[in-house]
């Protein structure tokens, strides 16, 4: 499991708050009648801007039919995660994820996020809360001398206990220099099991809930993933250190 030193965490910080600026911006900017293209080209001015790097656009993993053609994913409605920036133009009610990772300074940060365009309705606002619920439960029990199953079994519980549909092949993972690291984070688990949590691990924690079933399926494209059943999904997620002083959540929001 790679550790990291405290300088090295604080090294991360930029990274972090670039992170964080970057969604924060998307969501101010974000209206309807844009496409989840136009948000990537706005997320890919501030990364020139900021002499930042994109670290999605180009990635090929075996999965993918192509490199990854994007500095976001953009996942809209029963899309969970990894949909392309597309020329979808976005709808009244449209629930946009939104995640996005990028180096600078030689580090790598991810964060994603969920919001509904236009109306909000209870459903969609009961998931996306839920989600981030299940997200805060996860980075509180990122904790020194803890074990993964601790930060699984949290982000799992809430989203059972709300009712939702939660599928194991996709979670978090260890950031750094690259933004896949070991260890994996699942999104089930069971506390006290799995790796021992130590000073120095930083981590991208992110629950995707499904507001109907835990299926989901694979587009052709390779990449995006959507719920089986067509319902709804939302996808929450922070880059946290776990230090001695508890864990700091690298890609904070204001
Ligand atoms: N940031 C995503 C994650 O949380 C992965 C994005 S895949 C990419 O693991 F191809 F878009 F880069
Ligand atoms: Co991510």
């Given at each position: 499991?790679?550790?990291?030193?405290?300088?090295?965490?604080?090294?991360?910080?930029?990274?972090?708050?670039?992170?964080?600026?970057?969604?924060?911006?998307?969501?101010?900017?974000?209206?309807?009648?844009?496409?989840?293209?136009?948000?990537?080209?706005?997320?890919?001015g501030?990364?020139d801007?900021?002499g930042a790097r994109?670290?999605?656009?180009?990635?090929?993993?075996?999965?993918?039919?192509?490199?990854?053609?994007?500095?976001l994913?953009?996942?809209?409605?029963d899309h969970?995660?990894?949909?392309?920036?597309?020329?979808?133009?976005?709808?009244?009610?449209?629930v946009?994820?939104?995640?996005?990772?990028?180096?600078?300074?030689g580090?790598?940060c991810?964060s994603?996020?969920?919001?509904?365009?236009?109306?909000?309705?209870?459903?969609?606002?009961?998931?996306?809360?839920?989600?981030?619920?299940?997200?805060?439960?996860?980075?509180?029990a990122?904790?020194?001398?803890?074990?993964?199953?601790?930060?699984?079994?949290?982000?799992?519980?809430i989203?059972?206990?709300?009712?939702?549909?939660?599928?194991?092949?996709?979670?978090?993972?260890g950031?750094?220099?690259?933004?896949?690291?070991?260890p994996?984070?699942?999104?089930?688990?069971?506390?006290?099991?799995?790796?021992?949590?130590?000073?120095?691990?930083?981590i991208?924690i992110?629950?995707?809930?499904?507001?109907?079933g835990?299926?989901?399926?694979v587009d052709?494209?390779?990449?995006?993933?959507?719920?089986?059943?067509g319902?709804?999904?939302a996808?929450?997620?922070?880059?946290?250190?776990?230090t001695?002083?508890?864990?700091?959540?690298?890609?904070?929001?204001?």
């Open positions: 499991m790679p550790l990291k030193k405290p300088a090295e965490i604080q090294e991360m910080r930029p990274a972090g708050r670039f992170v964080a600026h970057v969604l924060s911006s998307l969501r101010e900017h974000a209206r309807l009648g844009m496409t989840t293209k136009d948000l990537d080209a706005h997320a890919h501030l990364i801007e900021a994109s670290v999605y656009l180009g990635y090929h993993p075996s999965f993918g039919a192509m490199p990854y053609p994007g500095v994913c953009t996942s809209v409605n969970a995660l990894h949909g392309l920036p597309s020329d979808r133009v976005l709808e009244d009610g449209d946009l994820s939104i995640d996005f990772a990028a180096e600078l300074n580090w790598v991810d994603a996020l969920t919001f509904q365009l236009g109306t909000q309705t209870p459903e969609a606002q009961r998931l996306i809360a839920t989600t981030e619920q299940a997200l805060d439960a996860g980075v509180a990122a904790l020194a001398g803890g074990r993964m199953g601790d930060v699984s079994a949290a982000i799992g519980r989203g059972r206990d709300a009712g939702y549909g939660i599928n194991g092949d996709f979670g978090g993972h950031v750094g220099r690259t933004m896949h690291e070991d994996h984070v699942p999104n089930l688990g069971r506390r006290g099991t799995g790796e021992r949590l130590k000073p120095g691990l930083v991208a992110e629950p995707w809930f499904m507001a109907g835990d299926g989901y399926e052709d494209d390779g990449w995006t993933i959507r719920t089986a059943d319902s709804l999904a996808h929450a997620e922070h880059t946290v250190a776990v001695r002083d508890g864990p700091v959540v690298l890609t904070a929001r204001d």
